[in-house]
């Protein structure tokens, strides 16, 4: 955080004022050699006595000249980084003031005191001081800023609503007389406060208002404030790329303004940033930096900051003794200042006791923090120490205790995600890292015998954005701009599409210039940011838009009917957990003969062993023994096989179709590549499909079927898109499916097994964005075929290569953002160019990249691609697979059958030798699932 502190003056005012006491002091004989010199002395003065013997000898010579002077060397001396140096001057200042009974310059004074008081933790002496340029009589800007500053004090003493409250006396009294420096700082540290208490969307409202009003007054440590407390809020959603880009900013400016306390302040956070990304090595270069400045300077509250954060690497290292003793020195300046031990201090302790195995010790510290938490109302630190708390009972085998806590805390988190900030996308982030209580749920109720409760708390951390798109109608954000804003986020767009284009422009030659596409790729990543605050910043500015909270549906006997699937169905819900998997296997017996219904769901869980470092690296040990055509795929494949399956192979007897709901990195396995003992693969068995969870599914169960002969085609298919060079794709395999001439074919193939009338193909000049949004809404099945590019650092500004259209808003590149603001009415989509499944992992959510995109659009299903696939190969599979999807049976209020139509395609595959090896094959998967309709229960 960063409360900002009021000043009596600003450098601009003392350079003013400066001049004119230059002036004056000419006329009076007094020149700026002298007043230096009568600094210099009163400096020299050891203790009061030796002042008052000097105030007494230049009795007539004393003037407010000096005092100016003393107050502009102490927040030079301040700025620079020596607190108790600044100190002296700022007493020897008030001295003087008192001497002269000024009381401008005495308020002054006792303002600079107290700002330094409080830098070095001593809350008391600060209030007092502050307190005491409260005097009657004072200029309505003078008492603003005597609110502002106590308030101040209140925020540090952890006195949220204390310092809520008065900070709003101080804002009332600058937007009175109008003080447009007073309004942006007040209203940055309400900013503040308002996210400390969860309240992150008003928050961030109110952040961007202190920021233009920063903006316009040209104030830049104002901006590195604001800038500083966007990032913490970052942080704070899961965002740790967004909350590393606005603390860089921040620092930047600080650094340019030499304010060391600052700059310390920036570096933590840039830290903690860096931590929670898992980059060590620069978190504990920002960490040990920001000590050395503000043990230069004197900030020993600070201090225990930084100790505390460095604990808070070694710990995520896995350094526990080590952290713990970071830890305790911070306690100990804590202890030293006589101040409310941090909340976050006592989480992460109590973390670090719990892996050492010392339960006692994390329920103490748990519970101790969460009081703390509710007492100042915290809920992001209360759910957190309560969660702590539960876990160390656990643990002990205190059951009933465990819940209480894990309930409290899914309370707390269910409370803030009302109050996130931003789009679907925020909302996802900033529920990813707050999973643990539900997961600790599915862990108690296994552990009291209640499969079907753990099911649901597992369901309730899953797909939680996806469902409530799916419940409301999805406001688009883009409706709602007003001509301004549209402006602004059109300008920010083309240049992102301008380096998006410089990128593939630079990968497209023989000899790439690598230092010029990382160069690129920076810029990039600064625009992404950039851009996502655009439209968190817009967002807010439309609350009528905002995602509403969903109702989530409970996962009971007679909802759990509701889905239409037979007996030959068997759903798979995957928890995946750091030390361990859940499986939940749900099945159906056959219906019994004359009953008249089908047979209820049976619920079967398992443990399995393995950590979540583990699984991820035979996951990605598979697919790059796959993607490279490796011969030595088998043992593998059989090791997951019995490791994901082999306890549950009694229950999927008589089985065809298998819904998976995976979770973390079994998102990326190619479930139908996996082997029994018996040599047969899974994809020989069964129907594959991936599903975001059960409640999504009952959700779009619940959903109205299409009605019948509404879309315009069954199938647009685009293609070998015209680009401007033909230089621009990166380099392909050996025939690969980016190559015009396969990609041209397949896409005639696509059009004689539709026909020209009820299948449109773009291919050429054709293949352009404005064509394929238009026609995107008009069919039931939308095949693209052409190149997509991956980005990593912003997944949204991932693309597909398309060809230009007529206007600069339609560059030939359709990025995923772009897809999101599609209206889709198609069943299915398939990307059948390379790599198309890529995307980041979102803990509960799944994989954020095209498909869940796709999905929001209004597509439920989407056929993908996880590595770089072979053109004829691939032409073939796609063939056979649209082969299946036409049939006459299936009818317009039917689903697509999007998996039987691939594992058709597959067996082909696999039976013609040529194409048997999974490299062929095993790289395409369904992502989404369109369930069938109950239509007994519905």
């Avoid at 043992?635 to 549950?648: A, K, S, V």
Wanted: charged share 20%; glycine share 8%; net charge neutral.
């Amino acid at each position: 955080m960063n409360p900002q502190p009021h000043h009596r003056s600003k450098s601009a005012g003392l350079l003013l004022v400066g001049i004119l006491f230059f002036s004056i002091g000419t006329l009076w004989g007094q020149t700026p050699e002298s007043i230096e010199t009568q600094v210099q002395t009163l400096l020299a003065c050891k203790n009061q006595a030796e002042r008052d013997a000097y105030f007494k000898q230049e009795k007539d010579r004393l003037s407010p000249k000096v005092c100016e002077a003393l107050i502009h060397r102490c927040e030079t001396i301040r700025r620079e980084g020596s607190l108790a140096d600044a100190l002296t001057v700022a007493e020897t200042a008030l001295a003087l003031a008192l001497e002269l009974n000024d009381r401008s310059w005495i308020a002054t004074a006792r303002t600079q005191c107290g700002h330094i008081y409080l830098s070095q933790g001593e809350f008391d002496t600060a209030l007092r001081l502050y307190e005491q340029t409260l005097l009657p009589g004072e200029p309505p800007l003078s008492e603003g800023r005597a609110w502002l500053n106590m308030a101040n004090v209140h925020y540090y003493r952890g006195d949220y609503d204390l310092a809520l409250e008065t900070y709003r006396k101080a804002l009332g009294i600058f937007e009175t007389i109008s003080s447009q420096a007073g309004i942006s700082r007040t209203l940055n540290n309400i900013g503040s406060i308002l996210q400390l208490q969860g309240k992150y969307a008003a928050a961030f409202s109110t952040l961007q208002k202190s920021l233009a009003i920063k903006e316009k007054m040209n104030d830049l440590a104002g901006q590195a404030n604001t800038f500083n407390n966007i990032g913490i809020l970052y942080y704070d959603h899961g965002n740790f790329e967004m909350a590393l880009e606005f603390h860089q900013k921040s620092f930047r400016i600080r650094e340019e303004l030499k304010d060391i306390s600052s700059m310390a302040q920036s570096l933590n956070n840039m830290g903690n940033a860096y931590r929670r990304m898992e980059q060590f090595k620069e978190a504990r270069e920002c960490h040990e930096r920001s000590l050395e400045l503000k043990r230069k300077i004197g900030e020993r509250l600070s201090m225990a900051g930084s100790y505390a954060n460095l604990g808070n690497v070694l710990g995520a290292q896995g350094k526990l003794e080590e952290a713990l003793v970071f830890f305790e020195k911070a306690n100990e300046i804590n202890r030293e200042l006589k101040v409310r031990p941090s909340l976050s201090l006592l989480n992460n302790m109590a973390s670090t006791y719990r892996h050492l195995g010392k339960y006692e010790q994390v329920i103490a510290l748990g519970m101790e923090s969460a009081r703390l938490a509710e007492q100042t109302t915290q809920p992001d630190l209360y759910w957190m120490a309560i969660t702590e708390a539960g876990l160390g009972h656990y643990e002990m085998g205190n059951l009933k205790a465990a819940r209480d806590c894990f309930e409290q805390a899914i309370a707390a988190v269910e409370k803030m995600r009302t109050l996130t900030l931003g789009d679907e996308l925020e909302k996802q982030r900033f529920f990813e890292p707050r999973l643990d209580p539900y997961q600790a749920m599915v862990a108690v109720c296994l552990q009291e015998g209640n499969q079907l409760e753990a099911l649901k708390w597992a369901e309730q951390a899953k797909a939680r954005i996806l469902v409530e798109v799916i419940q409301g109608e999805r406001k688009r954000l883009s409706a709602h701009l007003t001509l301004e804003e549209q402006q602004q986020e059109q300008k920010l767009s083309r240049q992102m599409t301008q380096l998006n284009r410089e990128l593939m422009f630079n990968q497209g030659g023989n000899l790439p210039d690598a230092k010029r596409k990382t160069e690129t790729e920076a810029r990039l990543s600064r625009l992404g940011a950039n851009f996502r605050a655009l439209q968190n910043q817009l967002a807010a500015n439309h609350s009528e838009v905002r995602l509403a909270q969903g109702t989530f549906p409970a996962i009971t006997p007679d909802t759990l009917r509701e889905l239409g699937y037979g007996s030959d169905t068997a759903l798979l819900e995957f928890v995946v957990v750091p030390d361990y998997l859940y499986l939940f296997c749900l099945t159906r017996p056959a219906s019994q003969p004359g009953k008249g219904k089908q047979a209820e769901w049976r619920i079967r869980s398992v443990v399995i062993p393995g950590s979540v470092r583990e699984l991820g690296g035979k996951v990605d040990q598979l697919q790059t023994k796959l993607a490279s055509r490796s011969l030595g795929f088998k043992p593998l494949t059989q090791e997951l096989y019995r490791q994901l399956f082999g306890q549950i192979e009694a229950e999927l007897k008589g089985k065809t179709k298998l819904v998976i709901i995976p979770d973390g990195p079994l998102w990326n396995l190619p479930f139908q590549a996996l082997q029994n003992q018996a040599g047969q693969y899974l994809v020989e068995n069964y129907e594959i499909s991936a599903a975001h969870s059960l409640a999504l599914l009952l959700e779009m169960t619940r959903q109205p079927a299409r009605t019948a002969g509404s879309p315009r085609f069954d199938c647009v298919a685009l293609g070998n898109p015209a680009t401007q060079t033909t230089n621009i794709l990166p380099p392909q395999p050996a025939g690969g499916l980016a190559s015009q001439a396969a990609a041209q074919k397949l896409i005639e193939q696509i059009q004689s097994l539709y026909g020209p009338e009820r299948c449109l193909t773009l291919t050429g000049g054709n293949a352009t964005e404005d064509k394929l949004k238009q026609a995107a809404s008009e069919t039931r099945l939308l095949h693209l075929s052409t190149h997509g590019v991956w980005n990593h650092g912003n997944p949204l500004f991932s693309y597909l290569v398309l060809a230009p259209g007529l206007t600069e808003n339609e560059d030939g590149l359709l990025e995923t953002r772009e897809l999101l603001e599609l209206k889709l009415r198609a069943d299915v989509v398939i990307l059948s160019a390379c790599e198309t499944a890529r995307g980041r992992l979102g803990n509960g959510e799944g994989l954020i990249g095209m498909t869940w995109a796709i999905l929001l659009a209004g597509t439920p299903q989407t056929i993908v691609s996880h590595w770089k696939v072979e053109a004829v190969a691939t032409s073939a599979l796609m063939t056979t697979l649209h082969q299946t999807l036409r049939v006459p049976a299936t009818t317009p209020t039917q689903p697509l059958p999007a998996a039987a139509g691939l594992r058709a395609a597959v067996l082909q595959s696999l039976r013609s030798g040529k194409f048997s090896h999974p490299f062929y094959w095993a790289g395409f998967s369904v992502i989404g699932e369109n369930p069938p309709r109950n239509r007994a229960g519905n």
